[in-house]
């Protein structure tokens, strides 16, 4: 079964930068496609960022310009590197994978990345 596992969110004030890294149990070559979802208190879980097998990515229009979506194919583990965080990235940022092979997909349990001063 494959396992999700992110880290890096934490408390940062307005401006400030994180890096959150997913790590996944087995080969990422595995998967179509990886991506970086959010979810805000009382609102539905949107999509961040996406990259696909190729390479090819995508971002959010509230996003675009500040992050970056990148995956390290031999550490098995996808990064978003967040800059310019505004109190409105306040959130649980979830990876998100799906498998080549069967479509089928998979979560991490989330990390809290909180802007505020």
């Known amino acids: 079964q494959v396992q999700l596992v992110e880290s890096g969110g934490g408390l940062v004030q307005p401006g400030g930068s994180l890096r959150l890294s997913c790590a996944a149990s087995?080969?990422?070559?595995?998967?179509?496609?990886m991506a970086w979802h959010r979810q805000a208190p009382g609102k539905q879980r949107e999509l961040v960022s996406v990259?696909?097998?190729?390479?090819?990515?995508n971002y959010a229009d509230s996003v675009k310009g500040r992050f970056g979506i990148t995956r390290d194919n031999a550490r098995n583990t996808l990064y978003l590197q967040m800059n310019s965080l505004k109190p409105e990235d306040t959130a649980v940022y979830y990876c998100?994978?799906?498998?080549?092979?069967?479509?089928?997909?998979?979560w991490g349990h989330g990390t809290q990345v909180t802007v505020s001063s």
């Open positions: 087995g080969s990422i070559y595995t998967f179509v496609a």
């Open positions: 998100y994978a799906r498998r080549r092979t069967d479509n089928m997909e998979f």
């Open positions: 990259i696909t097998w190729s390479g090819s990515t």
